[in-house]
């Protein structure tokens, strides 16, 4: 379980990232930040691993307050996945994947076959191991990020804004990958994100901020949608303008689900579940 306990971030000269954040995050769940820019989703995030520090409260992971533990072990203990990869230029996709493991001791040998099996389960071709992070598509590069965050089998993977850099039609494939690993490996994973839409889709519960860290809601997608706690909750996730008010039109024999504009959304099949 990773908490937060009153947790409150103020750079020099008086800015404040967050200002009194508390949050419990059970093990095996995924829970999305989402909110604007300046809503500390980020800052939050990193004060897992300790990128950041908290300038006062408590960040622990199942109890043990993060604190008091070295901060290098504790990072090479927790997946990390970000924005365009982060990839190193001048190592192969293999070679970055094998990073962490090898830095915590693991054998060449064990790192590289436990690498080979990772690329599979993310589904990368065994044929770009010797190839470069240049030599990669965007999609491809995520993916051997996802896979480098899950080399050392952590716990805990922590991923920021990680589908943000590629076209929606790998974004797309790309959450739907995440949401296969998830239900197969049963990581505590801590997503940041700005998108609504990606947050509700991969989140077994969501916190939208406000601006310095201020919860507004938190919930299941399900339990937000229903019942949005105010009005700035209601436009964030677009329930004030209809977005999110469907409706089933009967065309050609079939089941289309509509939106409040009149466009199609999706198609309900045989079992009345509805499909994109």
Excluded: C, W
């Amino acid at each position: 379980m990773i908490g937060f306990e009153n947790v409150r971030k103020e750079y020099p000269g008086g800015t404040i990232a967050v200002e009194d954040f508390s949050l419990e995050v059970a093990s095996h769940e995924s829970m999305v930040l989402v909110g604007t820019s300046g809503s500390g989703k980020t800052t939050l995030m990193r004060m897992i691993n300790r990128m950041v520090d908290p300038t006062s409260g408590r960040v622990h992971i199942d109890g043990d307050d993060v604190a008091g533990l070295d901060p290098v072990k504790l990072r090479r203990s927790v997946g990390y996945v970000m924005q365009a990869s982060g990839l190193l230029p001048h190592r192969t996709v293999l070679d970055n994947i094998t990073t962490v493991p090898v830095l915590r001791g693991t054998s060449k040998n064990e790192a590289r076959s436990r690498a080979h099996e990772l690329m599979e389960t993310v589904g990368l071709d065994a044929a770009l191991a010797s190839r470069y992070p240049a030599q990669l598509s965007g999609g491809q590069q995520q993916r051997v990020g996802v896979a480098r965050g899950l080399a050392a089998d952590p716990n805990i993977l922590l991923m920021d804004e990680p589908f943000g850099a590629v076209d929606p039609i790998v974004r797309g494939e790309l959450q739907q990958e995440l949401l296969h690993l998830q239900r197969d490996l049963r990581k505590t994973i801590v997503f940041v994100t700005h998108d609504i839409d990606e947050a509700f889709l991969v989140g077994d519960r969501v916190v939208i901020l406000r601006p310095g860290g201020v919860i507004a809601q938190i919930g299941t997608p399900q339990e937000i949608l229903a019942d949005p706690a105010d009005d700035f909750v209601a436009s964030f996730v677009g329930a004030d303008r209809g977005a999110r008010t469907l409706h089933v039109e009967r065309t050609d024999g079939q089941d289309v689900v509509v939106d409040a504009d009149g466009r199609a959304a999706g198609v309900l099949d045989a079992g009345g579940r509805s499909a994109p």
